[in-house]
């Protein structure tokens, strides 16, 4: 199985500030690489897929990049409804993985 | 766009079955592979199998192998997730997601597009 892995776990930030968050593949995944949001007690929403494209909908202050095995997640001028935890997912073999997820907490 | 729309909660004693169903409606998401992730509290999200209703193809996680049957029926648009034995650690939310196949910069790419809004089950002596 492909192990994917989240850093930090957590980290706490302010309203405007940028943050990134890295997820690592156990071996090379391509630009098979999605993220999303998930806020308590809601599905989670996707926010980036095949590692660079940005969701229908979703705001310009999220982007992608990476490839093969690392990949980051950036988030400028953070905004007080990007509170959430963030999960990265690899779709490029089964069984399809998931990073342990990234909480994002504001300061 | 499209909705999942899954049941409601279930309570199931160990040992015992429980069905989960999710209503696909709006036409671009029919057709597509549909997918069951799960949470347990304070977990992070586990992926389960797929169901591919063009072909009726399954693959399952090898950890759900005998004991979950994914279905759909293709007549109302509803997919099935349906586990057995079941005991406290499958205490989770259940999601049914669609996997939609597209490009990004001339390559493939593979993502879960929607999701449904979650089935918690609670298995609990």
């Known amino acids: 199985d492909i192990q994917m892995s989240q850093s930090p776990s957590s980290l706490s930030a302010f309203v405007g500030d940028s943050v990134t968050i890295t997820c690592r593949a156990s071996q090379s995944i391509g630009n098979y690489l999605n993220w999303y949001q998930h806020k308590p007690g809601r599905a989670p929403e996707l926010l980036i897929y095949?590692?660079?494209a940005l969701h229908s909908g979703v705001p310009s202050r999220f982007s992608g990049s990476g490839s093969g095995t690392d990949f980051t997640l950036t988030i400028s001028s953070l905004q007080p409804d990007d509170f959430a935890t963030y999960y990265c997912?690899?779709?490029?073999?089964?069984?399809?993985?998931f990073g342990q997820g990234t909480r994002l907490d504001i300061k | 766009q499209g909705q999942l729309v899954q049941s409601g909660a279930e309570v199931r004693k160990p040992g015992a079955s429980v069905k989960v169903s999710c209503k696909v409606s709006?036409?671009?998401?029919?057709?597509?592979?549909r997918h069951w992730v799960r949470q347990a509290p304070g977990k992070g999200l586990e992926w389960m199998g797929s169901?591919?209703?063009?072909?009726?193809?399954?693959t399952y996680a090898q950890k759900f192998q005998g004991r979950v049957t994914m279905t759909e029926d293709t007549s109302t648009d509803t997919a099935y997730m349906e586990m057995s034995s079941l005991r406290s650690e499958d205490t989770a939310v259940y999601y049914c997601l669609t996997l939609k196949i597209s490009a990004v910069r001339a390559v493939r790419a593979e993502y879960f597009l929607l999701w449904g809004q979650g089935t918690l089950v609670t298995v609990s002596s």
């Open positions: 997912q690899q779709s490029y073999a089964t069984p399809i993985t």
């Open positions: 095949g590692t660079f």
């Open positions: 169901f591919d209703p063009k072909d009726g193809e399954t």
């Open positions: 709006g036409y671009t998401l029919i057709g597509l592979s």
